[in-house]
Nanobody, 121 residues
Framework: QVQLVESGGGLVQAGGSLRLSCAAS????????MGWYRQATGKQRELVAM???????NYADSVKGRFTISGDNAKNTVYLQMNSLRPEDTAVYYC???????????????WGQGTQVTVSS
């Protein structure tokens, strides 16, 4: 089993910053990628940013230049530095891990419990 535990959400004023962290624990053959999704009230869950094991990154257009994803492979942890936050960034942010499990070597998606980010205007 794989567990993802997020931390770092909260309430911040527009223009402010927050840093989210997500630590993975459990058993796996490899973690191929980790990232962040978000879901605002009444909207579908959307990709925010993703980083592969090799360090390649991918961002949603709406956060490019404001958010930075990084990872610490030794700690199995991924971070999301969010700067210049806007009210439209308000959402529940979910950590995602694409993990290759040892029993099948197939890649499965695992999710954290979510952390609320609220940006006030």
């Amino acid at each position: 089993q794989v567990q993802l535990v997020e931390s770092g959400g909260g309430l911040v004023q527009a223009g402010g910053s927050l840093r989210l962290s997500c630590a993975a624990s459990g058993r796996w053959f490899s973690i191929d990628a980790m990232g962040w999704y978000r879901q605002a009230t009444g909207k579908q869950r959307e990709l925010v940013a993703m980083i592969t094991r090799g360090g390649s990154t991918n961002y949603a257009d709406s956060v490019k230049g404001r958010f930075t994803i990084s990872g610490d492979n030794a700690k199995n942890t991924v971070y999301l530095q969010m700067n210049s936050l806007r009210p439209e960034d308000t959402a529940v942010y979910y950590c995602n891990g694409r993990v290759r499990v040892p029993s099948t070597f197939l890649v499965s998606d695992y999710w954290g419990q979510g952390t609320q980010v609220t940006v006030s205007s």
